[in-house]
């Protein structure tokens, strides 16, 4: 179980966010951004993570996104990357310049009802359930293009999340087969890859990579 962050040191931020920019180009001739997952970040300690460097930050809580962007929403980009409940699409669209888990009919629904919410410029990713794991969140990929169609903001690319794995390298297929699907639809953005498999998610061609606890600790 992943504990809350505390007493975050912005040196030791710094010396990771460093390393791990490192290490993405040294797979990848075009590094993916690096997006800071907040979810176990307390909103005090928010300026920490700026003076360590960190620009991008994504909350996985539409209620924690709120309070977080009400308090220090210039610091940083926000972006949600949590699961999307359609009810919550109101309290999320204006605070982020992107949402990573657009993934049922009620959150397009809503997405057009409060698209008026919207930050210029905003907008989505459509999860794919590549590996189409019974329970898990996202689209079957044979649904994608109908949500691409619906979508009442620009869907700016795909994000997804493999199974779960001891090992990074088992990751690698799914990432493929996300990279593939958004060739085939012309999309650039792709979200994959956290603190477990980055590296494998630059090498298939993340744009975005979302990082917890290796920035912290």
Do not use: C
């Not at 970040?41 to 996985?60: D, F, M, S, T």
């Amino acid at each position: 179980m992943v504990e809350l962050i505390t007493n975050p040191d912005a040196e030791v931020i710094a010396a990771n966010l460093k390393r791990i920019e490192g290490e993405l180009r040294a797979v990848s001739t075009t590094p993916p951004r690096i997006l800071a997952a907040t979810k176990y970040v307390a909103g005090e300690h928010l300026p920490i993570l700026y003076e360590g460097g960190l620009r991008l930050v994504g909350e996985n809580r539409a209620q924690d996104l709120e309070s977080k962007a009400a308090a220090h929403g210039e610091l940083f980009e926000w972006h949600f990357i949590g699961q999307l409940q359609s009810r919550r699409v109101r309290t999320i669209l204006p605070h982020v310049s992107l949402i990573h888990s657009v993934a049922s009919e009620s959150a397009l629904r809503e997405l057009e009802r409060h698209r008026d919410l919207a930050r210029p410029g905003a907008g989505v990713l459509i999860e794919v359930n590549v590996s189409e794991e019974e329970g898990k969140a996202g689209v079957a990929p044979a649904d994608l293009a109908r949500y691409i169609e619906r979508s009442p903001l620009p869907v700016q690319g795909l994000m997804t999340m493999p199974p779960l794995a001891g090992a990074a390298e088992a990751s690698r297929p799914w990432f493929a087969a996300l990279r593939e699907l958004a060739a085939r639809h012309e999309l650039g953005q792709l979200s994959m890859g956290t603190s477990q498999d980055y590296l494998v998610a630059a090498e298939e061609g993340a744009t975005i990579v979302r990082i917890g606890t290796s920035l912290y600790h």
